[in-house]
């Protein structure tokens, strides 16, 4: 008798234990609270129902934006028509789970429904268009988006604003102005961003953001923050000084600065000096972040490497994320603890 009660005190022993080492087990998110920086990740509707992914990153991140679902196309098969399914059970997740949202994104050149795209509409119908959609999708998660990338990628690589943009050459550059302001009209409380790739550095895009920003705001529009995509790769990330100023000359504006998509991309395939070199990107732009008076949010696109878009579109590059192929933690996620724990 003496030995089963025994065993079952040590049983009892154990468990506590490794309750208590997991409350305590420090994650990305836990160790940028007090930084107050929010840590994100892109996610899609179907992964959040499985078990393993969605503790991993409730671990790890509390933060959640929607890879495809709130884009135009997935949410508009039709004409006036919405099917919110994904985007209302990611929406419905993060509420459950005191998660935010980046609502990702309302007004882009790609993803269009073809309905639109070969809609031959006029200027006047386009613009109706785009202000119904912005109001139906802000307005349907008005107070649970707590911020929405508005615009996305329109300007070229000198900076100008792009023409070849379906936007742009359908209803003129105004659309940029128009869809802040509509989105603002739908729920005054969200913060409105525009978001950006291949900016991050010094250079005409980066300078392209900053005169966008400048335009808005010297027209009252209603911006509040800038995001950087961060999509990089190993040989060719942005450089972490011009990527500081970059965020300096966003805070003299008076806005917030994200990091909203990073991931780093290696050729395939990889060896362990190459994940280290990764890790290292990965902490020089996280730690320029939290040296930032204005970086609020720090977001992968995409919780493992087995959920990243890298492959499909650059076949024999990947392994692009903080976390393998089957959930583990890699050397950039370490690296990132490691960065957060330097405080
Ligand atoms: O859902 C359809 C599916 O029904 C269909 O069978 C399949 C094959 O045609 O396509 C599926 O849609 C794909 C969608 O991803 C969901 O997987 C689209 O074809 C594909 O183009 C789309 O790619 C997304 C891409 O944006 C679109 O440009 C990527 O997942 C997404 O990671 C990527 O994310 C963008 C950000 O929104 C903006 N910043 C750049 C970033 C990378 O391009």
Redesign the pocket.
């Known amino acids: 008798m003496p030995i089963v009660i025994g065993g079952i005190i040590v049983i009892i022993v154990i468990l506590v234990t490794s309750w208590i080492n997991s409350r305590n087990r420090q994650s990305l998110r836990s160790l940028a609270e007090p930084y107050e920086l929010a840590i994100g990740s ?1 996610v899609t509707g179907w992964q959040l129902s499985d078990q393993n992914y969605s503790s991993l990153l409730l671990e790890e991140f509390n933060l959640i934006t929607p ?2 679902a709130m ?1 135009f196309g ?1 949410l508009s098969p039709a004409p006036g028509q919405y099917d919110f399914t994904e985007a209302d059970a990611i929406v419905a997740f993060a509420d459950k789970n005191n998660l935010v949202v980046r609502g ?2 309302l007004v ?1 050149t ?2 269009l429904p073809q309905w639109l795209s070969d809609g031959a509409y006029t200027q006047s119908e386009t613009r109706e268009i785009l202000r119904n959609h912005i109001l139906t999708v802000v307005g349907r998660y008005r107070g649970k988006v707590q911020y929405w990338d508005v615009v ?2 329109a300007l070229a690589n000198d900076g100008s604003i792009a023409s070849n943009n379906f936007w742009m050459e359908h209803i003129g550059p105004d659309y940029i102005a128009l869809a802040f302001e509509w989105a603002h009209e739908a729920d005054p409380d969200a913060l409105l961003f525009y978001n950006e ?1 291949y900016a991050e550095g010094k250079g005409e895009k980066a300078d392209g953001v900053i005169s966008l920003a400048q335009s808005l705001i010297a027209r009252g529009v209603p911006i509040h923050g800038i995001g950087m ?1 961060m ?1 990089t790769g190993l040989g060719w990330s942005p450089n972490p000084q011009e990527v500081a100023h970059n965020m300096q000359r966003i805070s003299t504006l008076g806005l917030d600065v994200q990091i909203t ?1 990073m991931d780093v991309r290696i050729e395939q395939p990889v060896t362990l000096d190459e994940l280290n070199q990764q890790a290292r990107v990965y902490a020089e732009i996280l730690r320029v972040c939290l040296k930032a008076t204005n970086c609020s949010a720090f977001s992968v ?1 995409g919780l493992t490497d087995a959920n990243s ?1 890298i492959p499909s ?1 650059y076949p024999g590059t990947g392994s692009a994320l903080i976390f393998d192929e089957i959930m583990q933690p890699k050397p950039a996620y370490e690296a990132m603890i490691k960065v957060l724990q330097e405080r």
Request: glycine share 0%; no cysteine; proline share 5%.
């Open positions: 892109a890879e495809n884009k997935p990702h994104t882009w790609n993803q996305n990628e790739s995509e999509h998509e696109w878009w579109v």
